[in-house]
């Protein structure tokens, strides 16, 4: 290997085998019966091992370097080889027989945690949990921290972010963000119940479609199926599925779990193929990743105009459930500010008290001062501070994510970092596209798309989060953003005084 | 690597690959966006090159140079090694450019042979079709041969098949059951007709899933899906897939392609799952797999007993189509033995006279007396020869199997020898099985799967296809067991003389 195009080679092939694991991993979660589960384990095991030889490979390594000082690359190239070289460099400190325990325990988990959350049992969940957060806790050994040692998995999820940065953000949280949810817990008389109606499933199910077709998601290069807990999996730019959940008797589950997918399903069908297996065919962090679903999720998708354009359709696919429901209704009702038991349901406010639970939880879990046995205690006792709320079952509570079977630590505060992020891109796009309100009240979202695409997708990981951040707004993330589009949206729907 | 454990390992390993393809084929045949085909292929290519490179490596040839001189080995770690080694010398002889040219042919093949049948055009299948033949002459060259280039396909699928033997096959099949089929159109007044009516799709679902679990598919191991052909497709004993293909205007097509596929699939999840990634944890050939489909599609599903059994139940489905057709009537008419256009919906008989045309056109192919652009044109002649019909179009013609677009050459033949070994094996489970019609007709299939399973399922690659021929029917494959079971039952269908 000596040139630029082998590197090309070598990284697409070493890209080939993670997305075939993506491909093994999808299947996993949406058809493979339940007996596939402990040779698809093994064979993703394998994969992993293969993935990691070719990615440690010393004579990459020497490329790389040699790469490195190659001053005939583009600035593209460059910065392609830059990356690789940072994660070849890291990669190097794990060793091939950590990274297939790791896809072991990962399988086990998943399945043990499948189990328990059906027989809403702790017990089958937590021998490999605890084995999950003992890998976590030799990682951040393996790579290393300077202040605490949950630093180290933030950062593979949203590179330099720190326990400090996060905890300032939950400092801005706490003292915005509370008051003004505990404001509008005073003036809370919105009534959702319409919502726990029975929706027929394929009713759903079609309706769900439409709004991905509205987003401009292709189902020529992607795919919606149905999954324990909705995820998007992308194979290529033009293989980038989506999966939702379908709960006949709650019609939000579905709705916004499906636009929430979309939004991260068209980043990953906006990356341009021809960087495919490359960084710049990579979107940036899981951060930015989020600020797509959400801006999709909660800037579009529970807006007035929104549903101004499409609440017409879901009251003629369910008219007696819709019946007395007028759009200012439902527009409110989707906008309910509420302390709920379910993250994935929680509104778009109490959404980051669930984060922060779950990351004191991990913070906790991987500095030591909690244990996997107190779960369920510890879980309900900060649910009952944050939200104030009983916590009737496991299943509904400490289990009812998917992130910790997964071997995932230090990914739940993306999704708040990504809302954030979400806001300051809306605010700016807003800005840019000349009347956004009247074009969504059209259903005609393509200018919203354009300038994702042009401004975030095509660019892959041409920029870091922070910089593309400035780029695209000016500035860095900044709080005031949410808080403002907060502030002006639900003062409005619960009429409160400034 | 050093010892018999090193060689399991690796084996597993290798086969891990191999399992890993066959779950991304699987989902590009069945759930795959249209748009995902290029990187799809390229992601089986890299697999495929990474299962040569496992495959091919000097040390792993090396210890099985070794241990095929370890003495302390039992029988069936012999045999693993045996194999294991007999695969490896053969793969020395593929270049690891020859493996992913293929790859890379066989995902454009199929890409271009879907829109070619769905365009009814061959001219979007002839380019790909030639350089997929070319490739396969180009592979009889370095498979080597003794009499013709055809040989070596052959031996891919069936080890030890050679063109002498299909000849000698088709020779009987031309002198016996030629004649007796023609006897049979001469009395044939069988009207399945009420086969052609509307029959709903998930109503057919219904039915082929309960035919399945009669049969002891075990869906915790396995699933079926929609395909555009159907296939059984195994990722290990414990994930053994089937699909099928539902037409709302031919209820027969769904029927004996499901307990077909299930046949086939009933042996995947018969082996024993202690072998999985060796040698004797695989099926033994093409002909003895289809034996397995065959026995189930044939000799069990259109039989009386197993109508007698399950009739009621379908026409408690489609009660308007059945209304009146009793079981006798139903049990002739699936058992009409009629010239037509389509392999897979032909009868048991006249099936070979398809795979004879399929035979003639591949053997001219590879031996050169046959152009890809004479096909369409060959097709037709050869079944107005042997069928005498006339073919109204490419899709329903040339372009209707997947095969050749999977580069598949030298697969068809075991189809027949499959069925001549699927009446050979019945024959002596009728013989050794207490009373199996009785127990069909109670819908108990356990003791015949037990037979199966023990004779030949749990076996793997233990025994050859002759020898394992051998030790249960106590001879070699002999055609007469098809021909007297063709004359037992249609002479009766037909009321023919002796």
């Known amino acids: 290997m000596k040139n630029y195009n082998d590197y090309l080679s070598y990284s697409k092939k070493i890209n080939d085998v993670y997305m075939s694991m ?42 790389l370097d040699n790469l490195s000082c190659d001053n005939s690359l583009n600035e593209d190239q460059k910065r392609n080889i830059f990356l690789s070289k940072k994660k070849f460099d890291k990669k190097q400190k794990y060793s091939a027989e950590f990274i297939k325990n790791q896809s072991i325990l990962i399988s086990n988990a998943f399945r043990d945690w499948r189990i328990a959350k059906e027989k809403n049992d702790f017990n089958y969940f937590k021998k490999s949990l605890q084995e999950i957060v003992d890998l ?61 109606q029975f929706f ?16 401009g998601y292709s189902f020529d290069s992607g795919r919606q ?51 495919y297996g490359t960084p710049l065919g990579n979107s940036i962090s899981l951060g930015i990743h989020e600020s797509q679903s959400r801006l999709w999720e909660n800037h579009v998708g529970r807006s007035l105009p929104y549903w101004k354009k499409n ?21 409110s009702a989707s906008n309910n500010v509420k302390s709920s038991l379910i993250r994935t349901n929680a509104d778009e406010l109490t959404y980051h008290l669930h984060v922060l639970i ?3 939880i991990e913070r906790g879990l991987i500095g030591g001062e909690i244990n996997v046995d107190d779960l369920p205690l510890k879980w309900n006792q900060l649910y009952k501070k944050y939200l104030d ?42 800005k840019e596209i000349l009347d956004i309100d009247a074009k969504i009240l059209k259903g005609d979202m393509s200018d919203l798309l354009i300038w994702l695409r042009e401004k975030i997708h095509v660019h ?35 009429k409160l005084k400034d």
């Open 358 to 360: 779950r990351y004191e």
């Open 311 to 331: 609440y017409d359709l879901l009251k003629s696919i369910f008219p007696d459930q819709l019946k007395h429901i007028d759009c200012h209704m439902f527009y």
């Open 460 to 494: 892959g990981r041409r920029f870091d989060a922070k910089d593309l951040c400035k780029k695209i707004t000016g500035e860095e993330l900044n709080f005031k953003y949410f808080m403002k589009y907060a502030q002006e949206k639900y003062s409005n729907i619960y």
């Open 389 to 430: 709320i009983e916590v009737p079952s496991d299943s509904q509570g400490v289990l009812q994510d998917i992130h910790w079977s997964h071997g995932s630590f230090g990914y739940f505060p993306t999704y708040t970092i990504g809302s954030f992020y979400a806001a300051q891109f809306y605010n700016q796009a807003s």
């Open 225 to 275: 199926d149905i999954s324990a807990h909705p995820f998007s999996s992308s194979f290529s730019p033009q293989d980038a599925r989506v999966t939702t959940r379908i709960d006949e008797n709650n019609l939000s589950e579905m709705i916004w779990s499906c636009i929430h997918e979309g939004g991260h399903a068209l980043y990953e069908q906006g990356i341009l193929a021809e960087n």
């Open 200 to 215: 027929d499933h394929e009713k759903q199910w079609n309706f769900g479609i439409e709004l991905l077709k509205q987003m």
């Open 22 to 63: 993506s491909v093994l991993n999808w299947d996993m979660e949406t058809y493979m019966p339940k007996n596939g589960n402990k040779f698809r384990a093994q064979q993703l095991s394998t994969l992993a091992s293969i993935a990691y030889d070719l990615e440690t490979k010393p004579e990459y390594g020497i490329l």
């Open 136 to 196: 976590r806790i030799k990682e951040t050994k393996i790579l290393g921290f300077n202040d605490h040692p949950y630093d180290a998995l933030l950062d593979k999820y949203e590179p330099n972010l720190t326990v400090k940065d996060v905890d300032l953000i939950f400092d801005d949280v706490k003292s915005k963000l509370v008051p003004f949810i505990s404001q509008i817990s005073q003036n809370n008389n919105i009534d959702d119940s319409f919502f726990y």
